[in-house]
Each structure stands twice: as C-alpha cells, then as structure tokens.
C-alpha cells in the first residue's frame, strides 16, 4: 500500500490540508535519516544493520540471520522476521555496506503510516478534527524519532494503523475489498512484530458491539483471526528452533516480558510505562485536554470507539509492563501515538462546538479552557520534538557519544573481523527478572565479533576462558568494571592495555602480543 493509497483511499480526493500534514510528517520524519548508528542506548539498530551486514557478507538466507556477538559459533539468532534487515542487505548491492539505506526504508513506512492515520482520522472525525489529530501525529516526538530507526517498530506501526483503516471499514460497509486488506495488514503487523497482537482485541470487542454475540459462531470470522495469526506463528516456531539449537535471541526467548504478581508489589514498570506515555505520547496538558471535552459531553459519537483502543493498550502495556517500561523501550509506546492523535482531534470538535455556545456559559468556558489546554499541549509536542531533532543531529553534527568517539580509537589497534570479547550488561534486572544483556554496539563499530557474556558472569578466570578460545581483544566499558569491586586491577596486572579512553578500556588478550606491533 502506497501513501497515496491509504491517504484516498475510499475514492475520495486528498484535501490539501491532509496534504500540507503529509508533506509535513515527511519532512520531520526525514530530518535525522541521515544520522549513522551512533547512540548506545539504540542497541536494535546496531544489531539489525549487523545483520544486514551478515546477509550481505555470509549469505542471504532469510531463515538464519546471524549476530555479531556469536563467540565461536556460526551466529545465527531468534528474532522477528529480518524484514528490514534483509531489504537492507538486498540494496546493499546497489546503494553500498551503509545503514541509512534502512533508516530510508523506515522512513518511508513511517510516512505511509501517517497517510493510513489521516485516512483513518478523516472517516472518524470532521476536517478539524482530522486536521488536529493529523498535526499533533505528524509531529510527535516518538513518531518523529522512530520513523526513521532501524527497527521493525516502523514496519509493524504501517500494518497497524492500516489494520484499523480497513477494519472499520469492513464492519462499517462490508466491502470484500475492505476484507482482505484488513487482514492482509493484520498479518502483516503482528508478522512483523508481535506486540501488534493486542489489535485484535479491538477488533474482538468491535465485533461482538457490532453483530452481537452471534459474532463467535461466524466461521469467518475464525478464518480471519487464523489467517492473520498463521504467518507469525510459523515463523516463531521457526524462530524457537533456532534458539534451541544455537541459544541466541534478540530478546524473545532469553527476556522475560511479561506480567507476573511482583509487579504488584513492585509496581516500578507500571508506573515507568505511565511516564513513558506522558513524556512521549500524550503530555499532561494533552490528557486535561481530552478530560475537558469529556465533561463536555460531546464525545458520545466516536468515545466509544477510542476508549475501546486504550483498553486495548492498557491491556498490552500492563502485561509488558517488565519490557515496555524500562528506559531504552520507548519506541514500543509508538502504538499508542494514533489513539492519542485521535482522542486530541476528537476534543478539538468538541471544543470547536462548546465555543458555539451563548457568552458565560458552562460549557463555553470549558470550550475556552480546553481549547487552552489543547494549544499547550500541541505546543509542548512541538518543544519535545524540536529537542529530539537537536540531540539527534537534525541542525548540525552532535559530539559523539564517548562509547563512539573510543571506539574509533580503537579500530585503530582492532581490525576488522577481528575476534575480541565485550563486556555485557546485567544479566536481571532488579526484580530478578531475565533481560536481554547484549550490547552489540562495539561489534557493530569495529566490524568485528565475539564473545559478550552478562556482566555478573565476568571473572578473570572467564576471561582467561574466552582469550583461549580465540579472543584477541577485550573492550571492557569502565562502568562495567566499576560495578566489579578489584575486576580491573586483575586485569591489568594480567594484560597490557593497547589503549584506553573516557568511557572504556581496550585490553590485548593475545598470547603472542609481545611479538607483535602496536
């Protein structure tokens, strides 16, 4: 689906509003596509482009990606389907080894979600509904760091919003056409990524307010739920085997994600998931907004609708809550900016009529109000977005991170392909859940792999382990060394330092390291 497509679908004319938030969107969406692989704290993107890298250098069989951080093994990795990672790779032939050609694909997922979202919003709202719901997508400060990142969050966000689009098209008019590209975008939402699941309890519950309980007995209606769940399920029982066999994952099977009672008494996730949403989703001013037009009664013809979506959401972020609410998980909130584009472009109608309203009245001051309330919110969106585009380089080159800046440091003693060990994060997080500890950003930078056990794992003696196993170098990261009481000491009064900066130690792990140059 093209985004002139999704922004006329239905057959009708794109307004120039719709337009002008297109043009919009793209152009802030694009603004940091330029950017390399250059932040730690985005680890996917540096895992995915190494795995665009492997296809392009060891072949291109998308059922095996394969990871830098393989030790001595061949590399090959559980993970979503390699979606993005293999169109990278297949460009790289034409376009060249450069990232940014999958920072170029997400941005063009990320401006045909938008242009599914506008179409959605103008079957939902009137023009200034739609246009306001349109402006505060367009620029959001997730939607505009996301779209052009190298992950498959860009890819599931298009089936997403296209899932809806067509869905409620479906039970609107009943359309064959509407049909089967609501569940050819469903399929390929959750295909791309599984959080895209809990869209179907939207659809779940639409269904059952729409034809009544005689829904269930609809043999179409399973079809279309097998239908949209087969393809994923088939690559995850694929993607499984992998695992078992190799015991490498990009956070499926070695993370523990889900919901479990000691978030009840240790309800940290939950409330960093709530703050997560108003720092990047929906800001305080924006949430009053919607309160406003709440208590204005105005909202009786779509409410029903969005409230349905959030308790859909609420759903999927409480039960992730262990994943979605730590820090670096920000961009799984992307899910949440169409339902609060809405839920804004809905009280701009409601705020737009309560100003129709005789002067002095109840409902004209709260139109006043929330109009306020409204604006600030937009403004902030605005001031949010603008900082995103300054830290990420959007009006002039930023310092490097300090892991970066070393890391071109020490490709000057590491070349490339050379096998080294690299210090990983923690092994559980402080509940004692299971996360996925690897950074593969060092691997990524020195074009090389290796070795990266978990932080509490590492010894000397472990080390000595992985040195004899081939390793040349270690790149241990002073925080981790740190967090290791007499660790670096061990470890220089057993290995000579080839070079060290502000932010991490490279140490030569070579048993012939006298012998050779530095």
């Known amino acids: 689906m093209t985004a002139a497509d999704a922004a006329g679908a239905g057959g009708r004319a794109v307004p120039a509003w719709a337009a002008a938030v297109l043009v919009l969107g793209g152009v802030l969406f694009a603004a940091t596509a330029r950017r390399p692989i250059d932040d730690p704290i985005d680890w996917r993107e540096a895992d995915l482009s190494a795995v665009a890298r492997n296809f392009h250098r060891e072949g291109m069989n998308p059922l095996y990606p394969r990871i830098d951080w393989r030790g001595d093994g061949p590399g090959y990795t559980e993970m979503e389907p390699p979606l993005l990672s293999f169109g990278m790779a297949a460009l790289y032939p034409v376009l060249g080894e450069e990232p940014r050609v999958g920072r170029w694909l997400s941005w063009a997922a990320s401006v045909a979600a938008l242009a599914a979202f506008l179409a959605l919003a103008r079957d939902r709202l009137s023009p200034l509904g739609a246009g306001v719901a349109g402006l505060f997508y367009a620029v959001n400060p997730l939607a505009v760091r996301v779209a052009p990142e190298i992950r498959p969050d860009t890819l599931m966000l298009l089936g ?44 779940a519950v639409l269904v059952l307010r729409e034809r009544g309980p005689r829904a269930v007995r609809d043999p179409g209606l399973w079809l279309f739920a097998a239908a949209a769940l087969v393809p994923a399920a088939a690559w995850h029982f694929h993607a499984r085997g ?11 099977s ?27 989703v929906l800001p305080l001013a924006g949430v009053l907004a919607v309160a406003a037009a709440v208590a204005l009664g105005r909202l009786q013809r779509w409410r029903e609708f969005e409230l349905w979506w959030l308790a859909a959401l609420a759903f999927y972020f409480f039960f992730t809550a262990a994943t979605t609410g730590e820090e ?41 109000a929330g109009a306020v309330l409204l604006a600030a919110a937009l403004l902030q969106t605005g001031v949010r977005t ?30 490339p392909g050379t096998p080294v060990l690299v210090s990983g994060g923690k092994c559980r997080d402080y509940a004692g859940r299971r996360i996925s500890y690897h950074r593969p950003y060092f691997f990524y930078w020195l074009d090389t792999h290796g070795w990266q056990p978990c932080r509490e794992e590492h010894s000397l003696e472990v080390v000595d382990g992985i040195a004899g196993r081939g390793a040349e170098y270690f790149v241990a990261e002073r925080w981790d060394l740190h967090r ?19 932010a991490a130690v490279l140490f030569d792990l070579r048993p012939d390291r006298e012998a050779r140059p530095r």
């Not at 009672?261 to 240790?266: E, K, M, R, Y």
């Not at 109608?349 to 009245?361: C, M, N, T, V, Y």
């Not at 990420?392 to 070393?406: D, I, K, N, Q, S």
């Not at 290791?484 to 060290?500: I, Q």
């Open 242 to 252: 992998v695992w078992l066999e190799y015991g490498n994952s990009l956070g499926l």
């Open 254 to 280: 070695n993370q523990d994600h889900f919901f479990g009672f000691d978030l009840l008494a240790q309800p940290k996730p939950l409330l960093d998931v709530l703050e997560t949403q108003q720092a990047w």
């Open 328 to 368: 670096w998980a920000t961009y799984y909130h992307v899910v949440a900016v169409p339902l609060a584009a809405l839920l804004l472009g809905g009280a701009a109608e409601a705020f737009a009529a309560a100003l129709r309203a005789p002067q002095r009245s109840r409902e004209r001051r709260i139109g006043i």
């Open 160 to 203: 997403y919003v296209a899932a809806v689009l067509f869905f409620t098209r479906w039970l609107r008019g009943g359309s064959r056409r509407d049909q089967w590209l609501a569940l050819a975008a469903t399929a390929f939402a959750v295909f791309a990524k599984l959080p895209a699941l809990h869209v179907g309890l939207l659809f």
């Open 386 to 415: 603008h900082g995103v585009l300054a830290t990420r380089g959007a009006f002039g080159e930023v310092p490097p991170h300090p892991l970066l800046a070393c890391a071109r440091d020490f490709a000057q003693h590491v070349t």
């Open 484 to 502: 290791l009481p007499g660790y670096e000491a061990e470890l220089r009064a057993r290995y000579p330092v080839a070079a060290e900066c502000e």
